[in-house]
């Protein structure tokens, strides 16, 4: 079965800081990996995905993340953070022969600070 | 504009009253999923569809139905013996793995459920 942990319930960053939310997966082959971004009363809104090739993948809004597979790990960055970035973020694992199924993180509540 | 909606926004519901909760897209996609959040918590699925007239439970399917008898519509019933319906429900959709493409998924703004 597939699983991702989310190990930062809560996450406070200055404005301008660098920001890294980390992400584990378990999962027996190769992985989809997302990233999703929730504002408070909305729905959720894909950040970026890994499916295969390069494991530094960029998405919207300036952020990046790393799949690195020896670690299990799929870490969202980005190296300036913006008042607007604060929401939740979720890390999402998927897979073809899951019937397209993903499984969710339980999330990371971003507080960005003035 | 392509993409999923979601209706009403705000739902509220009296105690042993069935509710449906409607989604709709216009993406073309095969593929259909509910899910539920509570607050502090990921996302939970309820239910999903790979195609028209099919449909499979989730992880916490009891005390929800559903039906997919058009590729657009996906409504979500919850029931009378959904014990704690209170929740943010999520719809969302992807082109289908049956398409031969990936699942990324593309969610409604979502319907907040309240019993009262």
């Known amino acids: 079965a597939q699983s991702v942990t989310q190990p930062d319930i809560h996450i406070t960053v200055s404005e301008g800081a660098s920001l890294e939310l980390r992400c584990n997966y378990s999962y027996g082959a190769t992985p989809y990996l997302f990233w999703y971004v929730q504002s408070p009363g909305q729905g959720l809104q894909l950040l970026l995905k890994?499916?295969?090739?390069?494991?530094l993948v960029q998405g919207i809004k300036g952020f990046e993340a790393e799949f690195k597979r020896s670690q299990s790990s799929f870490n969202l960055r980005k190296p300036s953070v913006h008042w607007s970035d604060a929401a939740e973020y979720f890390c999402a694992v998927g897979a073809r022969t899951n019937a397209g199924k993903s499984t969710f993180g339980d999330g990371t509540t971003l507080t960005v600070k003035p | 504009d392509g993409g999923i909606t979601q209706s009403p926004k705000y739902l509220f519901r009296k105690e042993g009253q069935n509710v449906t909760l409607s989604c709709e897209q216009n993406?073309?996609?095969?593929?259909m999923y509910w899910y539920r959040q509570d607050p502090g918590q990921g996302l939970r699925l309820i239910y999903y569809?790979?195609?028209?007239?099919?449909?499979q439970k989730g992880d916490i399917a009891e005390g929800y139905s559903v039906s997919r008898e058009k590729k657009e519509s996906f409504p979500l019933t919850v029931t009378s013996a959904q014990k704690n319906p209170t929740a943010f429900y999520l719809c969302?959709?992807?082109?289908?793995?049956?398409?031969?493409?990936?699942?990324?998924?593309?969610f409604g703004p979502g319907t907040r459920l309240t019993v009262l």
């Open positions: 890994y499916f295969s090739g390069d494991t």
């Open positions: 993406l073309n996609h095969d593929a």
């Open positions: 569809s790979q195609i028209v007239n099919d449909f």
């Open positions: 969302a959709s992807s082109i289908g793995v049956l398409s031969g493409s990936t699942d990324t998924q593309y």
